[in-house]
């Protein structure tokens, strides 16, 4: 069992920063895959970015290319979503996942937090 904890998200201009971080209670997260999606008002949950275990290789969606930055410190537990040059459209509640494989999915997670509102305002 993974229990993930999101934090660092609130209200921010357009073109500002946050830095998002999910920590892992108990277990380690080296073994496992993390991903960052987001879901807007009724939209549904988007991929957003994803790191495989070591943080060697990462991938992003298009609209985040370039503005977001996924990172992670096992042994701190914790993974990290930089965003800049936020955009109202980023506007969501932020979920971070954990599984044994990388994906762009949210069927493919089977870990997940309860989620951080982050609000761009224009």
């Known amino acids: 069992q993974v229990q993930l904890v999101e934090s660092g998200g609130g209200l921010v201009q357009a073109g500002g920063s946050l830095r998002l971080s999910c920590a892992a209670l108990g277990r380690t997260l080296s073994n496992y895959a993390m991903g960052w999606f987001r879901q807007a008002p009724g939209k549904e949950r988007e991929f957003v970015a994803a790191?495989?275990?070591?943080?060697?290789?990462?991938f992003y969606a298009d609209s985040v290319k370039g503005r977001f930055t996924i990172s992670r410190d096992n042994a701190k537990k914790t993974v990290y979503l930089q965003m800049n040059s936020l955009k109202p459209e980023d506007t969501a509640v932020y979920y971070c996942?954990?599984?044994?494989?990388?994906?762009?999915?949210?069927?493919?997670?089977?870990?997940w937090g309860q989620g951080t509102q982050v609000t761009v305002s224009s």
């Open positions: 996942a954990a599984d044994s494989k990388i994906g762009r999915l949210v069927i493919e997670y089977h870990y």
């Open positions: 790191t495989i275990w070591s943080g060697t290789n990462t």
